[in-house]
């Protein structure tokens, strides 16, 4: 055997490095031990007894503090109120929310309007006219609700192209509401933007036309003040403040109200849907 | 109990009793360094794991494989470092413990090998799966649900033997220690086999699963790790410090404190959750109890390492268990406190559930596992640790990354809870927010890893039979010359 080793211990202090196996280094381990262990019965301290004492007081505590000693042992933990009002989300968007009215003026647009004017917007060529870019939709608040509600016939121009065909009135099958947000929507998608359309002021124009029996012609039409605007909505005072963050979607501009007046219409109008 | 308590009082080694001693540590020398080493490589294992599934977290892309993604890595990493490491640290140390202290030889090392490469075949299958992505969502349970029968059935013939050891003792030998390890032999199947059957078998889980989850998570931290590491500290303290355990009341009280309360636990990781509140109050108020047992362990092992403290500073064994035994106090304090409602409110469900888990598991059990390491490996090899200065580097590498993972992960979880608290941001925010935490935590496992290489090639030398055979220990420091008298009495060869 050799009595060189290798593995030196970096501290280099000990004596020997002999790798020789023997019967006192095999058992050296053993031998050094101190004594059989044992347990004396030393009466427990009474500084013990200090947080031990603590410890049972705060368990105490948490248990009336998460149980309490009402009648309540089935039921659930109240969770804190937590900022933001009723159950602990988001408070519920107002319908009104330009977001909300634009995207709901999305769908009812998939419904109906889509399968001629085209998810992009730009109709048949010679067939059906655009929206994209169309005056017809951008100008006058009056006129393109007019044409919602009660259709065109005969030949057209749009963006510099004529048309010639119907289209069918919408004001029986769709109230209000779903006109508005249909001409919101198309105002503000594929690059158009202009002024939201609300429900208040879609009855203004068919209590107007209430008599109106038959589909437009482009000659009534321009009689139609192309810059016409509709009586501000009451509906989008609320949300003119909140319309700006928006980001993402079609920014829309908030219809007629100004900004100022709206102001304090917001802070008391009620959230109209819980 | 009474007779053998009273028979141990014979601190007097005679002859006998050190060659009863070594050939004690002779039979156990090969489950023992079994357990040992397969431990060590799944703490390899565990480690690089760690690493990639904390940078994982911060940077999504960084080794862009599917089975190393985060939501396969990290519970990959905790299952590795539980049943891979822990778990079979715990084996060795059991053992040997168990052998120790009824003073016979272990009669059947062979079984025990075989049913720990079972063991291993079951963590193996079970992590593969996991990276692999059949594992489950559920707390501490992540494995496939093929790998639990392997697990408990290898357990079971594991510590079968060490309960007929008992059993067939020596009378008069019951110390504190087989206590732990005796509870710890029968904890492990009863909630092992409790959540596997309600969550893998019986599968109606719902709201359920989560608490049952939650119980056994808590419940495998303080009935299994805790009786284990509590069983070797018990052991190694009064070795080393030549002094009996201090009280025999503080030890009764601590243990069936723990054994009476902890199986209430676990529910209190729910408080607010969709459960009658019943079940997290009680679970919450069983939390704050168990840090009685913890005052009066904490309080025994200072009162009868009071006077020796200079002992911590030369001696690993020590060293480490003191250590650990700290990390035993760290851990009940926060998982006590973070049952708290008011607090709860903001921790649920961010990294204060790593911070618990990885205080228990590395702060507490892996350092008091280390400690007995350095104290059972040059009694089964008969070599003595190479260097000083690598235990250490391995002992500050790991205190250190303990201590930093411990308060990082905690201030973590408060800004992650606080941001999952806030409804207009997302959870990824929330994860983006707390970012300055992760990349700290990649840097802790750095350190870790360091260590633990450091720990494991020394450890392998040992194994090896490389170790010195000068037949003195190593210790962490060589004492100055006016400190070499303590020394010789502590650890002198006295035959």
Redesign the interface.
Known sequence: MSTF?P?????G?????????NV??????????????????????L??LI??CA??V???G??A???GWGP??????A??E?P?GEG???PPLSPYDPKVWVAKGKAEYGTVCISCHQGTGEGQPGQYPPLKGSEWVLHGEERLISILLHGISGPLTVNGKSFNGLMPPQGGAKNDAVIGQIASYVRNEWGNTGSLIYDDQVKVVRAKLASRTSPFSEAELKQIDPEGNLPPSKRNAAPAEGAAPAAGGPAPVAAGAPAPAAAPAAASAPAPAK | MSQD?QN??????TQE???Q??AI?KSTRLPVLFFFTSAAAWLLVATLLGLISSTKLVAPGFLGIEWLNYGRSQPAFLNALLYGWAFQAGFGVMIWLMAR?CRSELKNPITLVVAGHFWNLGVTLGVGGILAGLGTPMKWLEFPSFAWPILLISYSLIVVWLVVMFTARRRGHV???QWYVLAACFTFPWLYLTANLFLNVMKKSGVAGPAIASWYANNILFLWLVPVGLASSY?II?????K????????T?AFWGLVGLAPWTGAQDL????????I???A???Q??L??PV??VA?NHY?TVRGQHGLVELSPSLRFTFFGSIGYVVVSVMAAGL???TVA?YTAFSYTQDAVAMTGIYMFFTMTMFGAIYFIV??VT???W?????IRFHFWGSAYACIAMCVLLLAAGFSHGAAI?E??KDLQSAIIFSRGYLIGRIMIWLFLAAANFVFLIHLA?MVMN?????????LIH?PHEDQAEPVIIT?????
């Open positions: 080793s593995f030196q211990s970096p501290d202090t000990e004596t020997d490095y002999s790798r020789k196996l006192s280094s095999t058992h050296a381990a053993a031998a050094r031990e101190k004594g059989n262990l044992s347990v004396s019965r030393t009466p427990l301290s500084w013990a947080p031990i410890v049972a705060a368990a105490g948490y248990l503090g998460n149980v309540n042992l089935q039921g659930y933990n969770v804190p937590l933001g602990n989300g988001p | 308590d141990q009082h014979s601190p007097e080694v009793d050190i060659l001693r070594a540590d202290l110390f504190i220690s052991f009064p070795k080393i410090v030549g009996p355990i201090h009280s025999y009341q503080l030890a009280l408080v607010g959750g969709p459960i009658p509140a019943l997290p109050a009680f919450g108020t069983a704050v109890l840090l009685i005052i009066a309080f009162l049952s708290f409602m409110r040059p009694r008969g070599c003595e190479l260097s000083g200065a690598r608290d409804w207009e030398l490389r170790g010195r055979l000068a037949g003195t220990p190593t060589q650890e002198g060869i006295k035959a």
